[in-house]
């Protein structure tokens, strides 16, 4: 039978790339991508190439109940999808609560809603992140490892408990955590701004003094070639079915230490760099951190407030230290994931040269 996959987020860089990957692996495929806006929708319809002849793209929302969609288109979609991709998210780290949930939590469960009207489904992929994990520490197994420890964002939170919906849905689920991805692949191509990015420009430009972890606590960075080929993979493996899969380094992730230093070495090489004589950012624990974050935002001038609120969303995960295992990836999957050294010069070579900015959205909310 001819396979019909239903994608939501999929202008976006991990469901767009995964979309993209499919199409081409099997010529048969049909594709309905829900997105917000058609005219938006036909700008990235044109990277999709000869695919794109394979793809519908129906007007919705995942924030709505029923997608948004008409009832009748709805009911006519849910008898031919087979496969369903969700990965659409508000990936911003700075979001209230309430403000996340609507895209990540209630967002999901409407997309499980439409998933158990689809009477022909024999998959649901879910996109999630492995800092579901928030502030836990140690080694983060591919399950469900609860909610104890609390979240750094509310990114974070709203992904748990999107998680948590889908593995009680009673679809055949399987929930991939990619951990942050930095650039495109090992070229070091950056399509996208992320929280990582912009606070390498703040310590780039000298602008924070401070920052949370030590130089042994590793932290998980990925590339979106490198997902995107996971989940394309994983999505139609029987064997996958009711598995949780980190798309991470794992425990070849490399340690905050040697990133920093090849960040300080990769700007030393820049003359307005040196002549400046920016001092490195100290690294300290959480509660020292926490002193100079207060000092900032009590005394500090409003553009550095700002600045440095912004890091509050994030940087607490550099103090956080934590491996995400992969062994239920690595018995599923046969492809390599690059090393983070591969790439991390190539990416802040491109943001360097870029002035930090690409084509592309950032912190995007794709629907």
């Known amino acids: 039978m001819r396979e019909t996959i239903f994608v939501t987020g999929a202008s976006g860089l991990i469901g767009g790339g995964v979309l993209h990957r499919l ?29 794109a002849s394979r793809i519908t793209a129906v007007q919705g929302d995942v924030t709505s109940p029923d997608l948004g969609m008409e009832s009748r288109s709805r009911l006519k979609l849910s008898k031919s999808i087979s496969t369903i991709i969700h990965a659409a998210a508000d990936t911003s780290f700075s979001r209230a609560l309430n403000e996340s949930r609507t895209t990540n939590t209630l967002g999901t469960a409407h997309v499980l809603d439409f998933a158990s009207e689809c009477c022909e489904l024999e998959r649901f992929a879910h996109v999630s992140t492995a800092f579901v994990a928030g502030r836990a520490t140690g080694t983060i197994l591919e399950r469900d490892n609860g909610s104890d420890a609390g979240w750094v964002n509310a990114y974070e939170q709203s992904k748990y408990e999107a998680e948590s919906l889908v593995r009680s849905s009673g679809t055949n689920w399987t ?16 399509t996208q701004i992320n929280a990582v990015h912009r606070a390498l420009k703040i310590y780039h430009r000298g602008l924070a003094a401070m920052m949370p972890g030590t130089r042994e606590n590793q932290f998980d960075f990925v590339t979106a ?18 598995r949780t899969a980190h798309l991470c380094s794992g ?19 820049e003359a307005s760099w040196k002549k400046r004589r920016l001092a490195r950012a100290i690294l300290t624990d959480l509660e020292t951190y926490g002193m100079f974050e207060r000092a900032v935002m009590d005394t500090g001038n409003p553009r550095l ?63």
């Open 23 to 51: 199409l081409k692996t099997d010529p048969r495929m049909r594709a309905i991508v829900l997105v917000r806006d058609l005219n938006r929708w036909a700008m990235h319809a044109g990277r999709f190439a000869r695919e």
């Open 175 to 190: 929930i991939f955590r990619p951990s942050t991805v930095v650039c495109q692949g090992r070229d070091g191509v950056v």
């Open 225 to 242: 070639d490198y997902v995107c080929e996971a989940i394309a993979r994983l999505t139609l493996d029987e064997k996958a079915g009711g």
């Open 251 to 269: 425990k070849s992730a490399a340690t905050l230490g040697a990133l920093l230093d090849t960040a300080y070495d990769v700007w030393a090489r």
């Open 305 to 367: 407030r700002g600045l440095i609120a912004s890091l509050s969303h994030f940087v607490p995960q550099l103090a956080l230290p934590k491996i995400f295992d992969t062994a239920a990836t690595d018995e599923l999957l046969d492809i390599d994931r690059p090393q983070t050294e591969s790439y991390w010069e190539p990416m802040l070579l491109n943001l360097i040269a870029s002035g930090w900015t690409v084509t592309g959205e950032s912190e995007e909310v794709a629907a």
